[in-house]
């Protein structure tokens, strides 16, 4: 009986933490659109000033120009075909959060399309706080997880934005994906000085613990593990050193390995 208790404790506080957040992870996707906004009406501007030039190339016969104009208006089109179906994507998302839905199916993806999406969502942080992100995949493609994909996004991008806020200006974020045996090893590491001990010995422990003092929501890593926990069957914890940095691990199991 008490299991069951328990069970329907960490339930609710996903739940609470999902609700609770949801209208800063609405704006968040959406500030984070500016970025491939901004890069589609860059393109509208050149695919413009190429075709200018191959009006011009027109008359005087050159070939090697218009060919040339071409290729980058090509280019420009593919960026924005690629910008468009992505941004599709999170939008179905955002409406399926709204909707109080579950966050994504269950399925089984590649650590790889989880890295690509975490890289177009931090850009916003990363560039305000003018640090350097560095990803490092060693997985093989073929090799698959099981859980929420748009979860470990998010559980992702909160690390990667603690680390951010952590340093202030001017950190370095490594974030490393590795095979260990039957698991996928995520990692997160900063060197912005590390958590105090009295919070490292609670942070995993207390969903009302938080890094960020005052200004903290007081639920981010706690909903984090809880997360990884429930929706990946996973484990989560970290190594930090008062005055050095902070190192989030996060193992999923392995799911299916295709030929």
Not at 35 to 52: Q, R, V
Not at 212 to 229: A, E, F, T
Request: one cysteine or more; a negative charge; aromatic letters at 8%.
């Amino acid at each position: 009986m008490q299991q069951d208790d328990k069970e329907k404790t960490q339930s609710r506080l996903i739940e609470q933490a999902r609700l609770s957040s949801l209208g800063q992870k609405v704006g968040s996707i959406f500030h984070d659109m500016c970025s491939p906004l901004i890069s589609i009406e860059d393109s509208a501007y050149f695919i413009k000033m190429y075709t200018e030039d191959i009006i011009k190339a027109l008359e005087t016969n050159s070939k090697d120009k218009i060919l040339a104009s071409i290729n980058q208006i090509v280019e420009r089109c593919n960026r924005v075909d690629a910008r468009v179906k992505f941004m599709k994507e999170m939008r179905n998302t955002v409406i399926a959060q709204s909707k109080q839905e579950e966050m994504c199916k269950w399925e089984k993806f590649a650590p790889q399309s989880v890295l690509e999406k975490v890289k177009f969502f931090a850009v916003e942080d990363i560039r305000e706080h003018k640090c350097t992100l560095i990803v490092e995949n060693t997985v093989d493609e073929n090799v698959k997880i099981y859980g929420k994909e748009v979860s470990l996004i998010q559980v992702l991008n909160n690390l990667i934005t603690n680390s951010a806020e952590a340093y202030g200006k001017n950190g370095k974020i490594e974030v490393t994906v590795v095979q260990k045996d039957d698991v996928i090893e995520f990692s997160v590491k900063d060197t912005a000085g590390g958590m105090p001990l009295e919070v490292q010995s609670k942070i995993l422990l207390n969903e009302m613990v938080t890094t960020k003092g005052q200004d903290g929501n007081g639920i981010g890593v706690y909903s984090s593990y809880l997360i990884i926990k429930d929706y990946f069957k996973g484990k989560m914890w970290f190594e930090s050193k008062e005055g050095g940095g902070t190192t989030f691990f996060i193992d999923i199991p392995i799911a299916v390995k295709t030929a």
